[in-house]
């Protein structure tokens, strides 16, 4: 007889919801993430930590605080102005959770410049996709999410991101660099510090290319296939 693990169904349910969306309009008084007069929904705040809001930072502001942990479906930088968007950490507690909805910088008709400089915890398989004269920059610490397994997060489009390793990334997935574009790492264990037996660095397709300049140490091994 077959088993039916209903907790384990709906666990996936609920990670398959459709996610909603919530536009910084920077209209409050500072620029915390944790002001509801920043956002264009009014449970935008109490919903920070619940890992379904698909965050957009679009024309409004060119900045936010991450004053605490907060856990998206997934983030959208797409600011059309030369300043682009950042995301900087309001304290000690600060971390940005994202989910499948992964990272997306839109392409830009100029070069622009998106900061993430807040450790990413990674809570679901995701893309991050770098538009065309977009980089990302800053990631100081890729972490594992409070899941027991290990998801993989895949770098694709042609823009460019920027891994600055701060030595307390605990990621054990696999980061995949795959369809163009040029991911630079820097610093300690940029992509993770994995796990024995788990976890590697993979770049593969046309134009896809990993440059580690400075001190830039890895425990995770890197396989590379890219036809360039």
Same mark, same amino acid.
């Given at each position: 007889?077959?088993? *039916?693990?209903? !907790?384990?169904?709906? #666990?996936? %349910?609920? $990670?398959? =919801? @459709? +996610?909603?969306?919530?536009?910084?309009?920077?209209?409050?008084?500072?620029?915390?993430?944790?002001?509801?007069?920043?956002?264009?929904?009014?449970?935008?705040?109490?919903?920070?930590?619940?890992?379904?809001?698909?965050?957009?930072?679009?024309?409004?502001?060119?900045?936010?605080?991450?004053?605490?942990?907060?856990?998206?479906?997934?983030?959208?930088?797409?600011?059309?102005?030369?300043?682009?968007?950042?995301?900087?950490?309001?304290?000690?507690?600060?971390? *940005?959770?994202? !989910?499948?909805?992964? #990272?997306? %910088?839109? $392409?830009? =008709? @100029? +070069?622009?410049?998106?900061?993430?400089?807040?450790?990413?915890?990674?809570?679901?398989?995701?893309?991050?996709?770098?538009?065309?004269?977009?980089?990302?920059?800053?990631?100081?610490?890729?972490?594992?999410?409070?899941?027991?397994?290990?998801?993989?997060?895949?770098?694709?489009?042609?823009?460019?991101?920027?891994?600055?390793?701060?030595?307390?990334?605990?990621?054990?997935?696999?980061?995949?660099?795959?369809?163009?574009?040029?991911?630079?790492?820097?610093?300690?264990?940029?992509?993770?510090?994995?796990?024995?037996?788990?976890?590697?660095?993979?770049?593969?397709?046309?134009?896809?290319?990993?440059?580690?300049?400075?001190?830039?140490?890895?425990?995770?091994?890197?396989?590379?296939?890219?036809?360039?």
């Amino acid at each position: 007889m077959k088993r *039916l693990h209903v !907790g384990w169904l709906a #666990l996936c %349910a609920s $990670a398959a =919801a @459709a +996610a909603t969306p919530a536009v910084w309009t920077g209209g409050g008084g500072g620029d915390s993430v944790g002001e509801a007069g920043n956002w264009d929904r009014a449970d935008a705040v109490e919903r920070l930590a619940d890992g379904s809001l698909l965050a957009t930072f679009a024309s409004a502001g060119t900045g936010a605080s991450v004053d605490r942990a907060v856990a998206f479906f997934g983030v959208v930088f797409d600011t059309p102005h030369a300043d682009g968007f950042a995301l900087s950490a309001g304290g000690a507690s600060a971390a *940005l959770g994202l !989910g499948g909805g992964g #990272l997306s %910088a839109a $392409a830009r =008709a @100029a +070069a622009g410049t998106y900061r993430v400089d807040v450790p990413v915890v990674v809570n679901g398989d995701q893309t991050w996709e770098v538009g065309a004269n977009a980089s990302v920059t800053n990631v100081r610490a890729l972490r594992q999410g409070p899941a027991p397994v290990a998801f993989a997060v895949a770098k694709t489009g042609p823009g460019s991101l920027y891994l600055d390793g701060d030595g307390t990334g605990d990621f054990r997935g696999d980061f995949r660099i795959a369809g163009g574009g040029t991911v630079y790492a820097f610093g300690e264990d940029p992509f993770g510090r994995g796990a024995p037996g788990g976890g590697v660095v993979s770049v593969s397709g046309p134009s896809a290319d990993l440059l580690c300049l400075g001190t830039s140490t890895h425990t995770k091994p890197v396989t590379i296939s890219a036809t360039n």
